[in-house]
């Protein structure tokens, strides 16, 4: 959940598509965007070229990209063809955990939409894209737009729930996911339930919204959704401290999509829980090799430290700087303020994230990133509108226990505190020190 986010509610918002069966590195769309603006090219152009870039791999997407693209290149004057291929770009940047083909993407849906201005199916593509690219206001308003000439627009509620999650206006983003369910009750429906349940600390109900997501993710065609959801319930168990029950839905996952990302990082945090570095390596190195999320990075940082191999900690570390500046500041924020470094760039990070999203990871960043800097008034605002929904996250409890510590709330503090090692004494190996260090041993019974 919150450690997968990118990242997280983006990715089950490309789900939606994928279940209706029309689914969805820089590489092929920079040099393409930088060969047709050199020569003057006008932007479809420059759109056509996107979209119809080669692409280099070898995977079952790359070899559908080369089946779907002359079909396109014979119809330009068709949406659907461009719509395909589009869903298509969503799905690569997906798998490679490279947010430059949603520029091949939205190239298709430009294309699409001068064919045929209006198209619905386009828009969606777009709505997509816009929620990648972090202009959340944006796909609010596109997908509003669609709903008021087509209510009952799947794609489009369920663009509009993401958008809504990530700028932190959860009741209206629950009355989106709710009418999704009514529709039609099926994976893409279900996870959103399930992780606004578990937002709001309904983790019972969570679990059972992630199983009939599970279980009706079943179409053999299109395994990485329903693999998606076994990492999301898997995520859950995590949260609360039941490390053998995340690992079983980790392992499930990776049974059903060989070498799966999400799911290496959840066996890598389970290793690291348990004191087995090696193996925790292991699985995140894979990971990060197939995905290079920044929170992967993190996460191997870490791991390469308890195995005492500083170098490369810190080497994947200046890897996880550098990325995390091009593409993800609030990880890159939360980052520099665990490590207690930085700190004048987490502030700005955090901050300027908040400009574009407001939902309770935002201001647990922003909070951080204050505490950290002493300014402990910002970060005990920013704390107290992170804890808003109870949400069962024992990062979160950390963070606003010592921020209530700090702000002279000593009692209050250390209970939460202790509630979030309680809760998952393994959440994070920087913090979870800290946290220990923080409140003294309770007293036994006896004692």
Request: glycine share 8%; with cysteine; charged share 25%.
């Amino acid at each position: 959940m919150p450690a997968l986010q990118r990242t997280a509610l983006l990715v089950v918002g490309v789900l939606l598509s994928a279940c209706q069966g029309a689914p969805p590195q820089p590489g092929p769309s920079a040099a393409a965007t930088a060969s047709a603006t050199a020569e003057g090219s006008s932007p479809l152009s420059i759109a056509r070229r996107l979209a119809l870039a080669r692409p280099t791999g070898t995977t079952a997407i790359d070899r559908e990209l080369g089946r779907l693209q002359p079909l396109a290149e014979k119809q330009p004057a068709q949406p659907d063809p461009w719509v395909q291929l589009g869903r298509v770009w969503v799905r690569k940047a997906r798998e490679a955990s490279d947010p430059g083909f949603y520029l091949n993407a939205k190239a298709c849906a430009d294309l699409a939409l001068d064919a045929a201005p209006g198209d619905r199916p386009a828009t969606n593509l777009l709505g997509l894209v816009l929620l990648n690219d972090h202009k959340f206001d944006d796909a609010r308003d596109l997908a509003s737009q669609l709903l008021s000439k087509s209510p009952e627009d799947l794609m489009a509620l369920g663009t509009l729930s993401d958008a809504l999650v990530e700028l932190g206006r959860y009741d209206e983003a629950i009355k989106a996911t709710e009418k999704m369910g009514q529709l039609k009750p099926n994976l893409p429906s279900y996870i959103r339930t399930s992780y606004l349940q578990w937002l709001r600390g309904d983790v019972k109900a969570a679990k059972e919204s992630a199983r009939l997501a599970v279980d009706s993710g079943r179409d053999p065609r299109e395994p990485e959704p329903r693999c998606w959801a076994l990492v999301q319930a898997a995520m859950i168990f995590w949260h609360e401290g039941d490390v053998g029950g995340a690992d079983a839905g980790f392992e499930s996952a990776l049974q059903a999509c060989s070498d799966y990302p999400p799911a290496l990082v959840g066996r890598g945090r389970v290793a690291m829980a348990s004191g087995d570095f090696p193996r925790a390596i292991e699985h995140l190195r894979k990971a990060y090799a197939e995905s290079p999320l920044v929170e992967t990075a993190w996460l191997l940082g870490d791991a390469r430290e308890g195995a005492g191999d500083l170098k490369g900690a810190d080497d994947v570390r200046a890897e996880l700087v550098k990325h995390g500046r091009q593409v993800d500041g609030r990880t890159l924020s939360l980052f520099f303020a665990t490590k207690n470094r930085d700190l004048d760039e987490a502030v700005t990070l955090a901050e300027a994230e908040r400009k574009v999203r407001d939902d309770i990871y935002t201001e647990d960043a922003v909070a951080w990133a204050r505490y950290r800097k002493g300014d402990i008034p910002e970060a005990r605002a920013a704390s107290d509108r992170a804890m808003a929904l109870g949400t069962k996250d024992a990062r979160l409890l950390y963070h606003a226990g010592a921020i209530r510590i700090a702000a002279g709330d000593k009692a209050a503090g250390e209970k939460l505190v202790r509630e979030a090692l309680k809760l998952n004494p393994a959440f994070d190996r920087t913090g979870a020190a800290e946290a220990a260090k923080l409140v003294p041993p309770e007293k036994s019974a006896g004692g």
